[in-house]
């Protein structure tokens, strides 16, 4: 009679995938030509490579006008980019109007900037609470009286005279780092059950929220100064830095409640229980969580804020775009390609910019996950 | 444990550690009534726990158990009557409610430990940031009660490389690093997979014979039977039944515990 019953005496040994299964070849027929439909778009993605690849290239490399050339070889008829005017013009992008003599204050703000946000932004390296320090508090009080001078000898530079890829960079940076615990705050208080913190948040919060960034700077940079007494100034740079900074924590108040939404009851219920204090438990429990759940979203805020910074150029501050454009009407570089050329460059810079935010904040966020998604 | 000798008495002859305080009342819940709006959770409870008791609390989903329980360290709020835990009432008196949260331990279904944080993290943050211990002597805790739940080598892995039966003793470690006077255990093992049911009884045991206070809604009858030196049966938010374990299994008085248990007991 037989049974049904089975026993395994022996493991079955773990053998090599079949060879279709593995090297490049079978990666190309999985990947291109996997089905006639596979097959059809790959042969019109190679298509599109092949007409749209060579121009570009020869507009960029191939016919462009490098760094050393003159203004007669851009005006050539077939030249493409004009780099050598980009590289005539560089000081002015990145530093506008400032006094070309005191160039070395920015070169310092900038590169000391460099210097103590790397080895911030670099999880292995030690010395995080004093180079944070040096960062948010020092730095920037010594990146002022650098900047604007007037003190210490130094000869007063007023913020119309700031420019360029200063200017985008210190609207950024100012607006992403006051924003976050601004925006932080803000999240938490729209949870808050004191119905008072609650309304205020929430109105403030919307009312940003509904209104375009160019108005804001409009209302900060026209109509404030009607409102305020006569003799009272708030300097241009500044009111635009308070408007960036209000509306990108109007915007990410609401990513952050994103994350606090996300968490399980049962976090705070713990934190709770054990007794910890509201600012306990949410610095040492639900933050932590619930922001790097949503770094993704914190950092698609920043990129967009770094980008909408070109917006204060409509209130006359001369950012790097501004600067850009302003470049375009110089006469002694007047070339077919001088415009484009211009954009290209401005395109290339935020671009750089922006997509290092994108690999940090991935980075980042593969660091910071503890496997707890199982 | 702090028991004056002339004050205690052997309930369960079985278990002679297992002793239970006459005089000292660890909880005592006085006509307490509950709504989550209109709808009436927990009506007319009455319960005083002495100090050392077991009590497991059973009955069927919605009969508000767990509420009840958790309205003891204020997770919930109760409206109406009084919970007086360690002789402290608890009021919307925030200051109250911390000093409560401070000596009753709690241990939830889902373990809810944190998982940005190591095992030995989970465990020091409460007693650094409550009670003010030293980062070391924290540790030093930590890894007493690590090993008292018998997993100290997992102290610096996170929660979620670890079995739910080990993060549920962690979270058991976890209060008792807080040195609580009383623990409340909601359904503790109703998460878990068959198999690590009994590693985390095991623990809950040893607490109960060391005389721990507990208050406890499960569905394991045989801890019940074990550990309990009392049982209470609710349905539709009231107590309906309360007995020894003995009497409770072998002479269910109420209906509805009689169908309770014929449901459950196979």
Known sequence: MSSSSFVRQEIAPAEAPPSSNAGA???????????????????????????????????????????????????????GACWAYISARISFFIYGFYPIDQFWRPNIVMLGGAALLIPLMAPKLPFKRLNALLFFIVFPVVS?????????????????????????????????????????????????KLPIIKTFCVAFIELWRAVPLITVLFMASIMLPLFVPQGVTVDKLLRALVAVTLFEAAYLAEVVRGGLQALPRGQYEAGDSLGLKYWQRMGLIILPQALKHVIPGIVNSFIALFKDTTLVSIVGIFDLLNTIQAGTSDINWSAPNQAITGYVFAAAVYWVFCFSMSRYSIFMERRLNTGHKR | MTFAPDTVVNRSAAHSPMAVSQTEVAVEIIGMHKWYGDFHVLRDINLRVMRGERIVIAGPSGSGKSTLIRCINRLEEHQKGQIIVNGTELTSDIKRIDEVRREVGMVFQHFNLFPHLTILQNLTLAPIWVRGIPKAKAEETAMHYLRRVKIPEQANKFPGQLSGGQQQRVAIARSLCMNPQIMLFDEPTSALDPEMVKEVLEVMISLAEEGMTMLCVTHEMGFARQVANRVIFMDQGQIIEENEPEGFFSNPRHERTKLFLSQILH
Do not use: M
């Open chain 1, 144 to 192: 002022y009286i650098l900047l604007a001078g007037g003190a210490f000898g130094l000869e007063s530079v007023p913020t119309e005279r700031w420019g360029g890829l200063l200017v985008t960079l210190i609207i950024s940076l100012v607006g992403i780092i006051c924003s976050i615990p601004l925006g932080i705050l803000l999240a938490l208080g729209r949870q808050s």
């Open chain 1, 25 to 79: 070849g079978a990666w190309v027929r999985k990947n291109l030509f996997a089905t006639p439909q596979d097959t059809i778009l790959t042969l019109l993605g190679i298509a599109f490579l092949l007409w749209a690849v060579p121009p570009v290239f020869n507009f960029v490399v191939g016919h462009a006008v490098g760094p050393g050339g003159t203004v007669d070889e851009c005006r050539a008829q077939d030249a």
